[in-house]
């Protein structure tokens, strides 16, 4: 859908996914790394847990449809090429320090001067402007102040973030999203503008519902392990439930909504014998999440836990599949690459990793469009992987300018 | 007022709860017209759910579906009834865009399948949201998010690892999937643009929920590890954590990833002697004995506010930052500097708070022009400035409940 469309992608681990996100569209995006590779290239887990800048799996999730190339931009002959490139160019994503861009003469002003239609997307911790915006972060630092962390974690333990870094993707994605936005703007007047993303900002997303309780009725949400608040401020319903092989998801919803799940589930439990008068005789149109009692919301769930106790994630999941009941497993990633959904839709897709001799199976297209294949269609590049590609084939250099750039460490 | 990026978008919004609205609200918020089209037979979740305005339980009480409706129009709309169907073609031969989140299959029975809608506007665009997408064996099993998370794997890498299992707040699936959906469907518009084509875009919220965990995932398939939980432990910094601070449930981040970083630690908390203590002066060492200096930074900041403790770290150049609370969203300087609430006033909610998008435009931003809809706060209005109908028709179909 950007097929001829190009895109210079300037971010560390605070921005692949943007990029990512445009080449998944089909915009030719192109990877400028400082020479030598960057330092981004550190962030693990690696390939074989051999922890070499060739062999980042973060890299790898983030940088797959994106060409490679090494140019040091903060030196003056750098400069030169990037204007170059730039000329083509109708993005450019950047994820340095506020001011940084400016400093190196590359700031939105100079860049709109040499090319108007250019898009600049900067994607920093905290934004552009404000009290913060020179602030340091890290994903912990971002998860707990873009409000996630506060509503996660068990009564009383401290807020949790989730293992694995989601900050930046959080940061990266919403970032391509008001790059699209622009775009679709530049597409119909030919103006480029600066889109500036703040991470901690796009955080607050994961903060639902709870602004509003503090809005409306100036309750503080606080965090609940494996209950959920929220059906009312201070009733907490089950949402993890432990079962014999691991943990399952689901919720007691009421009204006629939830009723004739409920019953499914009661029914099944009771062919095994497990469902109590309590489960058997409730009036479950009748009931109503908003004003259920915290005694008779547990009373509820203790005969269910034990059902699930009683059974596996497999017996589980597939029992609420064929009752129509919104049941899942919590899985791993091994039963998440096994999953007959995600099988059956194709999801999983080998990419050829030439450098590794290997094919690794990599989450699909975010997507399925009609139109066009959101998948993966190259792995990320190794540092300067289209050095030559680029510079000599596509923009004419000869051999000898590179071989003297290359000796300066521009390239 | 700015210019309007998508000034000339017509978007009908079949959509609910999460997803879909706020696909659409991206859209409305940069200028679209959005319709979000309802029936009281058939309301938005999000209306029928906590918390409501002084706790009364009416569909335009709640204050939980105007976080993802601002700037759209209201319509009620009754596709139970054949001129309610009628109606929905008459929008779609209007419209550009249509979303919807229905179960796979339903829109195809109402008459309104893609299929269907390209004979109406063949350059259509139709985005449909579910929790598995619109193929395969478990497309047609119902959920909400808060228990898709578990399918996408969150809760096995969310907890301590000697506890049970918790999960990460509310739908947190619904915070991923919206913006995938924002960014092609806005590639769908200039792809139709450029070529005339319109397109059918399946969005499944567990595969874009997935792409969050891909690290996890090639850890699996490289090395044969599950992540698993790990409380707030970082493989490459300590310490990292949050840590408790003065007052109720206040806690402060920090995050040491380097010596200066200890270092630039060590003075603001006016200990300098740990800087040279065998136990922490290196990474290695720290990660050695992570559960003790834990304890010390702990004791240290037990004595401040969060707030204190971050502007000390911070002015030192160290990571830090406040755990805010669902109140500290409004207060948060950095968060008020963005705009992060455009209030508008709702007429029945009063002043109201409405999220503004993450990513400010220099050119064109997005601006709050209207509070969110109540149900069919606008039926009359479409019907009769979009659709021209006369007012004796739009009473007749009103009489027959077709905009129940």
Redesign the interface.
């Known amino acids: 859908?950007?097929k001829g469309y190009r895109v210079l992608d300037l971010t560390d681990e605070k921005g692949f996914l943007c990029g990512r996100?445009?080449g998944d569209?089909?915009a030719d995006v192109i990877k400028v790394e400082r020479p030598g590779g960057d330092l981004s290239r550190n962030n693990?887990?690696?390939?074989?847990?051999e922890a070499e800048p060739e062999k980042s799996?973060?890299w790898?999730?983030?940088n797959a449809n994106k060409r490679g190339i090494t140019l040091d931009i903060a030196s003056e002959d750098g400069k030169t090429i990037f204007k170059k490139l730039l000329k083509d160019s109708d993005f450019i994503i950047e994820s340095f320090p506020p001011g940084y861009m400016e400093r190196l003469g590359l700031g939105?002003e100079e860049l709109s001067r040499m090319n108007p239609k250019i898009i600049l997307v900067s994607i920093t911790p905290?934004?552009?402007?404000?009290?913060?915006?020179d602030?340091?972060?890290?994903?912990?630092?971002?998860?707990?102040?873009?409000?996630?962390?506060?509503?996660?974690?068990?009564k009383d333990?401290?807020?949790?973030?989730?293992?694995?870094?989601?900050a930046y993707?959080?940061g990266g994605?919403?970032?391509?999203?008001?790059?699209?936005?622009?775009?679709?703007?530049q597409?119909?007047t030919g103006?480029g503008?600066?889109?500036?993303?703040?991470t901690?900002?796009?955080i607050?997303?994961?903060?639902?519902?709870?602004?509003?309780?503090?809005?409306?009725?100036?309750?503080?949400?606080?965090?609940v392990?494996?209950f959920?608040v929220?059906?009312?401020?201070h009733l907490e319903q089950r949402?993890?439930w432990?079962c014999k092989d691991?943990?399952?998801?689901?919720?007691l919803t009421g009204?006629e909504?939830g009723a004739p799940?409920n019953r499914r589930l009661v029914e099944w439990m009771d062919s095994e014998g497990m469902a109590n008068d309590l489960l058997k005789n409730l009036g479950w149109e009748k009931l109503d999440m908003?004003n259920i009692t915290q005694e008779l919301n547990t009373a509820l769930e203790e005969p269910i836990g034990q059902f699930f106790k009683a059974h596996t994630k497999k017996e589980l999941h597939e029992g609420?599949?064929g009752r129509?009941?919104?049941?899942?497993?919590?899985?791993?990633?091994?039963?998440?690459?096994e999953?007959?959904?995600?099988l059956?839709?194709d999801?999983w897709g080998n990419v050829k990793h030439s450098g590794l001799q290997a094919s690794?199976?990599?989450?699909?297209?975010?997507?399925?469009?009609?139109?066009?294949n959101?998948g993966i269609r190259r792995c990320a590049p190794f540092p300067g992987e289209h050095n030559i590609e680029i510079y000599e084939k596509e923009m004419g250099m000869n051999r000898e300018e590179l071989l003297m750039l290359k000796q300066a460490g521009v390239i | 007022m700015a210019?309007k990026?998508?000034e000339d978008v017509k978007v009908i919004d079949f959509s609910w709860v999460?997803v879909g609205p706020?696909i659409a609200k991206?859209l409305s918020d940069?200028g679209a017209t959005v319709l979000h089209i309802e029936s009281t037979t058939r309301p938005d979740?999000l209306r029928?759910?906590?918390?409501?305005?002084?706790g009364v339980?009416d569909l335009d009480f709640s204050?939980?579906f105007p976080?993802y409706n601002s700037n759209k129009y209201g319509m009620a709309l009754n596709l139970q009834h054949p001129k309610g169907i009628e109606i929905a073609k008459r929008l779609v031969a209007w419209s550009d865009i249509v979303i919807d989140s229905f179960r796979p299959g339903v829109m195809k029975r109402l008459g309104l399948g893609?299929e269907d809608l390209r004979l109406i506007k063949p350059d259509i665009i139709m985005l449909s949201t579910t929790m598995?997408?619109?193929?395969?064996?478990?497309?047609?099993?119902?959920?909400?998010g808060?228990?898709?998370?578990?399918?996408?794997?969150?809760?096995?890498?969310?907890?301590?690892p000697d506890?049970?299992?918790?999960?990460?707040?509310?739908?947190?699936t619904?915070?991923?999937a919206p913006?995938?959906?924002?960014?092609?469907l806005?590639?769908?518009?200039?792809?139709r643009?450029a070529t005339g084509?319109g397109?059918?875009?399946?969005?499944?919220q567990?595969?874009?929920g997935?792409?969050?965990?891909?690290?996890?995932?090639?850890?699996?398939?490289?090395?044969g590890?599950?992540?698993?939980?790990?409380?707030?432990s970082?493989?490459?910094?300590a310490p990292?954590?949050?840590?408790?601070c003065r007052g109720e449930?206040r806690?402060?981040?920090i995050?040491i990833?380097n010596d200066a970083e200890w270092q630039g630690l060590c003075k603001v908390m006016g200990k300098e002697n740990l800087i040279y203590d065998s136990r922490f002066v290196t990474l290695f060492d720290r990660k050695k004995n992570e559960a003790e200096l834990n304890q010390l930074v702990e004791e240290w900041t037990l004595s401040f506010g969060a707030d204190e403790i971050m502007a000390k770290l911070?002015a030192a150049?160290?990571?830090?930052?406040?755990?805010?609370?669902?109140?500290?969203?409004?207060e948060?300087?950095?968060?008020k500097?963005?705009e992060?609430?455009w209030m508008m006033d709702h007429s029945v909610l009063g002043p109201?708070?409405h999220?503004s998008?993450?990513?400010?435009?220099?050119?064109?931003p997005a601006e709050p022009r209207m509070p969110a809809p109540r149900l069919g706060e606008h039926t009359e209005c479409i019907c009769k400035k979009l659709l021209k109908m006369s007012n004796e028709e739009f009473t007749q179909l009103l009489n027959e409940d077709v905009f129940k």
Not at chain 2, 210 to 223: C, I, P, R
Not at chain 2, 332 to 335: A, C, I, M, T, V
């Open positions: 859908m950007l996100v445009l569209l089909g693990g887990p690696f390939y074989h847990d799996l973060y790898f999730a983030f939105y905290f934004g552009q402007t404000g009290p913060y915006k602030y340091k972060a890290s994903d912990i630092v971002l998860m707990a102040t873009g409000g996630f962390m506060f509503l996660t974690g068990d333990l401290p807020p949790l973030r989730i293992s694995i870094p989601q993707l959080f994605l919403q970032a391509a999203a008001g790059a699209m936005v622009a775009f679709y703007w597409k119909k103006e503008q600066h889109v500036d993303l703040s901690q900002q796009a607050t997303v994961t903060a639902l519902n709870t602004p509003v309780f503090w809005f409306l009725s100036q309750t503080i949400i606080h965090r392990g494996p959920r929220g059906g009312r401020a949402n993890t432990p691991g943990y399952v998801t689901t919720i009204g909504l799940v908003a609420a599949i129509q009941i919104w049941l899942f497993p919590v899985q791993s990633c091994e039963e998440l690459m999953c007959p959904q995600l059956a839709r999801f690794i199976p990599y989450p699909g297209p975010f997507i399925k469009s009609s139109e066009f959101c | 210019q990026v998508f999460v706020l991206c940069f979740t029928t759910t906590l918390p409501y305005k002084d339980q204050g939980y976080l893609y598995q997408g619109q193929t395969g064996p478990h497309a047609l099993q119902p959920g909400f808060n228990q898709l998370v578990g399918l996408c794997g969150f809760p096995s890498l969310t907890g301590w506890r049970e299992a918790v999960q990460p707040y509310g739908a947190y619904d915070c991923i913006y995938y959906g924002i960014a092609a806005i590639g769908a518009l200039l792809h643009d084509r397109q059918h875009l399946d969005l499944s567990y595969e874009a997935v792409q969050f965990m891909s690290t996890a995932l090639l850890d699996w398939v490289a090395n590890r599950e992540a698993g939980r790990k409380g707030n970082s493989p490459c910094a990292h954590g949050a840590y408790r449930d806690w402060c981040t995050a990833f911070q150049g160290v990571p830090a930052g406040v755990v805010v609370n669902n109140s500290d969203l409004f948060d300087p950095q968060l500097e963005r992060c609430f109201f708070p999220p998008p993450p990513f400010k435009l220099s050119k064109t």
